[in-house]
């Protein structure tokens, strides 16, 4: 087990001179702290002796159908019996690994991936094999061919992991037509996808995008959903949706790793998704992103050098970049973080070690000004790396 790129960039990025377009943070500052407070507060005072108990490691059942009316806006139709709640959803994709891979076994990627999931895969020892993407998400020929490739060789993939909906780190959006083909090819193959999907009604153009899970096959899918991003990480509230049989594994896995989840926690959810108007909350953090990511995608227009391209998610945190062969984003952080500017160096989301030249940036966090501001200081630390390699040239590209 390693630190991730994400974490190691915690404690210098939190200093306050420091403009972090790193961690992937909500402002949480949006929620309403008044409302919060009186929930916490009458939960305890009505249901303290329940709140404050074990639970059931499935989840609270009440919660777990609030859950599926929050599906419901995506389109998905769900029973609360098939839901499990998890200490977000990061709980959820590691109990997955632990029922499905053993040492060896391939898991799909996209490439860049959430970095997480990386170290959560590689933590059971899988071997990942990444699947090329384009500014249209996940494509399926690539799909098709890899696991050809792989059935050649004698090997059939275990999981293929997926984030199709504005994805961690690239902000990009599985097309609609590619989602149906991504499934079949699945299905022919015999492989199981997780679908993890924490940013899917942060959407900042129309309506929400159909998940995998919608229109495929309850057994095609175990999808993976989070309150993290568009309630309070702080809560740790997640879940799996899942076929029976996995559902049922699930459970047995998560009381093995922790007996139960917080009953306090899920209670505070159920409770404000069931008094507030949540709903309505969720189209202003869709407006105060919106605002952010186009405050990124501005900045980016001016300060970028020549030769840089980026991202420009639909909705989410995350604007990934691509910059000129020869700069190395690892090499130049400590020469960004000396300019007061933090983000996160591409290579921690490939597993192969691709993607030295890449960085993927968040506007989630810092105020629209910031935002401008950090991104202007990184043009200026790009600009004088671009100058040195020019200097004293680039290295050579691998063979």
């Keep these: 087990m390693v630190a991730s790129e994400v974490r190691a960039l915690f404690a210098v990025a939190s200093r306050p001179e420091i403009v972090s377009l790193a961690g992937g943070m909500p402002d949480v500052a949006a929620l309403p702290m008044d409302v919060m407070a009186a929930t916490m507060s009458d939960l305890v005072a009505g249901q303290g002796p329940t709140a404050l108990q074990y639970g059931s490691a499935q989840g609270d059942p009440g919660l777990r159908e609030a859950l599926c009316a929050v599906m419901a806006m995506e389109g998905i139709t769900a029973e609360p019996d098939n839901v499990v709640v998890t200490v977000g959803s990061q709980q959820a994709l590691d109990l997955l690994a632990r029922i499905f891979v053993d040492p060896g076994d391939v898991v799909l990627t996209e490439s860049p991936t959430y970095v997480t999931a990386i170290a959560t895969f590689r933590a059971c020892q899988a071997d990942l094999v990444s699947v090329a993407m384009d500014d249209d998400g996940l494509i399926p020929a690539a799909l098709a061919q890899t696991i050809a490739r792989l059935a050649a060789a004698g090997r059939c993939p275990k999981l293929l992991y997926t984030v199709p909906t504005f994805q961690n780190p690239a902000g990009v959006t599985l097309a609609a037509e590619r989602r149906g083909a991504v499934v079949e090819i699945c299905q022919r193959a015999g492989v199981l996808i997780v679908e993890d999907n924490p940013y899917g009604l942060l959407g900042f153009e129309g309506g929400p995008m159909r998940p995998l899970r919608a229109d495929a096959p309850e057994d095609a899918v175990v999808y993976l959903g989070s309150m993290s991003k568009t309630l309070a990480p702080g809560l740790r509230v997640g879940w799996a949706l899942a076929p029976p049989a996995v559902k049922d594994k699930l459970v047995l896995a998560a009381e093995s790793a922790m007996l139960s989840h917080s009953v306090?926690?899920?209670?505070?959810?159920?409770?404000?998704?069931?008094?507030?108007?949540?709903?309505?909350?969720?189209?202003?953090?869709?407006?105060?992103?919106?605002?952010?990511?186009?405050?990124?995608?501005?900045?980016?227009?001016?300060?970028?050098?020549?030769?840089?391209?980026?991202?420009?998610?639909?909705?989410?945190?995350?604007v990934w970049v691509t910059l000129p062969d020869g700069v190395d984003t690892r090499a130049m952080l400590p020469r960004a973080i000396a300019a007061r500017v933090a983000y996160v160096p591409g290579i921690g989301f490939h597993p192969d070690g691709q993607g030295a030249n890449t960085m993927r940036l968040s506007y989630c966090?810092?105020?629209?000004?910031?935002?401008?501001?950090?991104?202007?200081?990184?043009?200026?630390?790009?600009?004088?790396?671009?100058?040195?390699?020019?200097?004293?040239?680039?290295?050579?590209?691998?063979?």
Excluded: N
Excluded at 371 to 397: I, K, N, Q, T, Y
């Design 264 to 318: 306090f926690a899920q209670l505070v959810v159920q409770r404000y998704l069931s008094t507030q108007p949540w709903a309505d909350q969720l189209k202003g953090l869709r407006v105060m992103y919106r605002a952010r990511r186009d405050a990124m995608l501005d900045a980016l227009a001016v300060a970028m050098p020549a030769g840089a391209t980026w991202t420009r998610p639909a909705g989410g945190f995350f």
């Design 365 to 399: 966090f810092p105020p629209p000004d910031r935002v401008a501001e950090g991104v202007h200081r990184l043009g200026r630390v790009l600009r004088r790396e671009l100058a040195l390699l020019d200097m004293f040239g680039r290295p050579a590209s691998p063979a």
